[in-house]
């Protein structure tokens, strides 16, 4: 069965600290994999997404992930919060190719203190 | 580029009556549109598929005739709640697809909707 698992509902983080937030996916074949960001009652925002190529993918706000086929995992990093990344984030999975109709992991809310 | 623009951002509405929500791509065409439902503290839930000059594709278990969407037009895809009660309260989001190389959705702002 396809399936996102976000191990980890809440995290919290000192500013200024790295954060490493945890995905991994179960799917019958090669995924599009993305990370998006919610802020309280607001839509989603694409952070970063991998289709192919390097392994290593640079988003925006500072975000970084990494695919790690043999893990199955698709973990997103930040080396240094701020306090406005304070949010919901969810990964999520899609086929490749075509109109990619999404599985979205449970979400990981992110608090940060000053 | 690539907004994805929702109205209301917020309705407030008695039981019974329908609700009509809106989605708008802003500077891009999308063939296909998604309809989610966010329910507090959860994921999002995919209702349907939207797409352009054709009926809508609905996810196992929501309701055809309670949530009817049109995708009129490349930029407009709406969402209907008919005779809408306090269950059906949530947070509605919609998202474009753009199919090109990028192969990324686009999500629009939400729309809160409270059935009184």
């Known amino acids: 069965a396809q399936s996102v698992t976000q191990p980890d509902i809440h995290i919290t983080v000192s500013e200024g600290a790295s954060l490493e937030l945890r995905c991994n996916y179960s799917?019958?074949?090669?995924?599009?994999l993305f990370w998006y960001v919610q802020s309280p009652g607001q839509g989603l925002q694409l952070l970063l997404k991998y289709f192919s190529g390097d392994t290593l993918v640079q988003g925006i706000k500072g975000f970084e992930a990494e695919f790690k086929r043999s893990q199955s995992s698709f973990n997103l990093r930040k080396p240094s919060v701020h306090w406005s990344d304070a949010a919901e984030y969810f990964c999520?999975?899609?086929?490749?190719?075509?109109?990619?109709?999404?599985?979205f992991g449970a979400g990981t809310r992110l608090a940060v203190h000053p | 580029g690539a907004v994805v623009s929702q109205h209301p951002s917020w309705v407030i509405c008695k039981s019974g009556t329908s609700v009509k929500i809106e989605c708008r791509s802003l500077?891009?065409?999308?063939?296909?549109m998604f309809w989610y439902r966010q329910f507090p503290k959860q994921s999002l839930m995919l209702m349907a598929t939207s797409n352009e000059g054709s009926k809508a594709t609905y996810e196992q278990g929501v309701e055809k005739d309670k949530f009817l969407i049109n995708h009129a037009s490349l930029t407009l895809s709406t969402l209907t709640v008919t005779s809408a009660h306090p269950e059906d309260s949530s947070f509605y989001i919609c998202?474009?697809?753009?199919?090109?190389?990028?192969?990324?959705?686009?999500f629009g702002p939400g729309t809160r909707l409270t059935v009184l």
């Open positions: 500077d891009f065409q999308a063939t296909t």
């Open positions: 999520a999975v899609g086929p490749s190719g075509g109109y990619n109709k999404l599985i």
């Open positions: 998202s474009a697809f753009i199919a090109d190389t990028t192969d990324t959705q686009y």
């Open positions: 799917y019958g074949a090669t995924p599009y």
